[in-house]
């Protein structure tokens, strides 16, 4: 069976082909197959106007009855095709990641529910085997116990490397600084290592690209506060509080709650890293950027780099500061902190 000869509505026609009414619609509405949502056997069973033990039986006879034409049927074949899928990209893929890929893979990826449809087939078949989503991992398909057991070792052994240094925080992208022979002792292409790792909540992929561990503030941003450090960092520049906030919905689009720039503003004064550097402007102190009034900063300056004629310090100030001009030369004029030298240049005194 060629990939686009794949019909999963024909497929799931032909299966349910030998049940009676009420047998199809248990199927149905177990699965999903109808609406795309599933039901429990007590919903069923209201229905029905019977009890969930005997939407049980009925469902347990009508599996019975799929199963038994299963492999007379194209079925068979779909299974093998999202075998060899999994072969080629390591035996293993999450959930969803593998049922986008198989959308690509059918004649008919548009039908209603098709993903419910996939679920049941392979229910069906017994293979590739699931595992559900628990609070560390995302559900997904192996093969085997080897892809699955070189998947854990593969995640376990990246986060303990990553653990403990941000600075392992890398680009998306950048896959070669991700693994070695220690994180990767089974030499995995890049490729079927991304797929091993997507399995795993300790890992985050944000907005920017960046990947690292899913905890790091810099890589999963939760609050106004992680968005706020990520965007300046980002930006690598002083914005204003107002600016950070559309920065941050920009980015954010999915998210329903708006970041307000108020909210925004309010979160950069009561964090010593955000640095006042204008009115309602702010950077950050690891840009070297450091706080105080005007009279403090340029003292400051004068201290680090010595008397300066007023174009190097004005130079200096501004880089850092978002100061007026006349601001800084008004300072200037204070004559118990500065003193103007006979060759122009400024001087602190304190």
């Given amino acids: 069976m060629s990939n686009k000869n794949v019909n999963i509505s024909k497929i799931i026609n032909n299966l349910l082909a030998p049940l009676d009414a009420r047998q199809?619609?248990?199927?149905?509405?177990?699965?999903?197959?109808?609406?795309?949502?599933?039901?429990?056997?007590?919903?069923?069973?209201?229905?029905?106007?019977?009890?969930?033990?005997?939407?049980?039986q009925i469902e347990a006879g009508a599996l019975l009855a799929v199963k038994n034409i299963f492999n007379k049927s194209e079925a068979g074949d779909f299974v093998?095709?999202?075998?060899?899928?999994?072969?080629?990209?390591?035996?293993?893929?999450?959930?969803?990641?593998l049922l986008a890929d198989l959308r690509l893979m059918v004649a008919d990826a548009n039908t209603p529910y098709l993903d419910d449809k996939v679920r049941f087939i392979l229910y069906i078949a017994c293979e590739p085997i699931f595992t559900f989503e628990d609070d560390g991992i995302f559900?997904?398909?192996?093969?085997?116990?080897?892809?699955?057991?070189?998947?854990?070792n593969l995640i376990t052994k990246l986060a303990k490397s990553m653990e403990g240094s941000r600075d392992n925080i890398v680009s998306h992208q950048n896959v070669d600084s991700l693994f070695n022979e220690n994180v990767n002792p089974h030499n995995l292409k890049d490729l079927v290592a991304i797929?091993?790792?997507?399995?795993?909540?300790?890992?985050?992929?944000?907005?920017?690209?960046d990947f690292g561990l899913s905890h790091w503030p810099e890589v999963n941003p939760r609050?106004?506060?992680?968005?706020?450090?990520?965007?300046?960092?980002?930006?690598?520049?002083p914005l204003h509080f107002s600016a950070i906030a559309e920065l941050i919905n920009?980015?954010?689009?999915?998210?329903?709650?708006?970041?307000?720039?108020q909210t925004v503003h309010n979160e950069l004064i009561k964090d010593e890293r955000f640095v006042l550097v204008g009115r309602g402007t702010?950077?950050?102190?690891e840009f070297g950027i450091m706080p105080g009034t005007a009279k403090e900063v340029i003292g400051r300056l004068l201290k680090d780099h010595g008397p300066?004629?007023?174009?190097?310090?004005?130079?200096?100030?501004?880089?850092?500061?978002m100061f007026k001009k006349n601001t800084i030369f008004i300072n200037l004029q204070n004559r118990k902190h500065f003193r103007r030298m006979e060759d122009g240049r400024y001087t602190t005194l304190v």
């Fill in 308 to 321: 300066l004629n007023p174009k190097d310090l004005l130079e200096l100030v501004l880089k850092e500061r």
């Fill in 139 to 152: 559900s997904y398909w192996f093969l085997n116990e080897d892809s699955r057991k070189k998947a854990v």
């Fill in 282 to 285: 702010y950077g950050l102190g």
């Fill in 195 to 209: 797929n091993y790792i997507s399995i795993s909540k300790k890992f985050h992929v944000n907005e920017y690209g």
């Fill in 80 to 97: 093998n095709l999202v075998k060899e899928h999994l072969t080629n990209i390591g035996g293993l893929r999450r959930d969803l990641l």
């Fill in 250 to 261: 920009n980015q954010r689009k999915n998210f329903k709650r708006l970041a307000h720039p």
């Fill in 24 to 56: 199809k619609e248990v199927i149905e509405g177990r699965y999903g197959l109808k609406n795309g949502t599933a039901n429990t056997l007590a919903e069923i069973g209201d229905k029905y106007g019977v009890t969930r033990e005997r939407i049980r």
């Fill in 223 to 237: 609050t106004v506060r992680d968005w706020s450090y990520l965007v300046l960092k980002k930006n690598q520049k």
